[in-house]
């Protein structure tokens, strides 16, 4: 298995563009999960997937930031309008039963100037 | 509810010297914990995990660790440390019961090894 796949590795944009990250969990895992990464805030988790059907989405930090999950083999964060406090590492990680801990991708390191 | 206290933010250690990242737990129900490594601008790795069998539990890269219910203690442990195990360690608690399978991380430990 290839692991959590998630695209692109490093993103730069300009402040008030849309910005897409990706993500592919494992096969069979039925929970996804998003998370960012900032020295300031540490890890923090966004959003949710069970069953493609997102469960919490309360760290979401605002109305910007958007995700979706349309098969059990794709998810995407978006955030629309970029601002340059957006800037983090963002992380998709999966897991199949509680016991087994989670999978992360190697993360993206989303930069807006 | 669930939560999880990594006690110390940072340990620095000598190489070849014994390393101890503390870490305690609250949990409703019977927990699974996990320690997970992330090494400088890489992922998040499991290191190793505890869920209800043995109470010292093995992990990669000769780290392991011991679930004590009765301190609620899940530290991680390794006799000798090397300069490759410089890197941030989370400890996390996940309860089947609760959360609807959300873990609850820690904030983390940055564990800096000195030559």
């Known amino acids: 298995d290839a692991g959590v796949i998630q695209s692109p590795r490093h993103e730069v944009t300009e402040m008030g563009q849309e910005v897409t990250l990706r993500c592919k969990p494992i096969?069979?895992?039925?929970?996804l999960f998003w998370y960012r990464q900032t020295m300031m805030r540490g890890l923090e988790l966004l959003i949710y997937?069970?069953?493609?059907?997102?469960?919490?989405d309360s760290g979401m930090p605002e109305d910007r930031f958007s995700a979706k999950m349309p098969n059990a083999s794709f998810s995407t964060l978006k955030i629309q309008p970029s601002e340059p406090r957006d800037s983090a590492v963002y992380f998709c990680?999966?897991?199949?039963?509680?016991?087994?801990?989670?999978?992360f991708g190697s993360g993206t390191r989303l930069t807006v100037v | 509810a669930q939560s999880v206290t990594q006690l110390d933010s940072h340990v620095s250690v000598s190489e070849g010297t014994p390393v101890l990242l503390r870490c305690n737990y609250s949990?409703?129900?019977?927990?699974?914990l996990f320690w997970y490594v992330q090494h400088p601008n890489k992922g998040l790795q499991l290191l190793l995990k505890?869920?209800?069998?043995?109470?010292l539990v093995k992990g990669i890269n000769g780290f392991e660790a011991e679930f004590k219910k009765s301190e609620t203690s899940f530290h991680l442990t390794k006799p000798s440390a090397h300069m490759s195990d410089a890197a941030e360690y989370f400890c996390?608690?996940?309860?089947?019961?609760?959360?609807?399978?959300?873990?609850?991380f820690g904030d983390g430990t940055t564990l800096t090894v000195k030559p």
């Open positions: 990680a999966s897991r199949g039963l509680i016991n087994y801990g989670y999978t």
């Open positions: 096969s069979g895992h039925d929970y």
């Open positions: 997937f069970n069953n493609n059907v997102p469960i919490d």
């Open positions: 949990s409703s129900y019977s927990p699974s």
């Open positions: 505890y869920t209800s069998a043995a109470t």
């Open positions: 996390v608690v996940s309860s089947a019961n609760t959360n609807a399978g959300k873990s609850t």
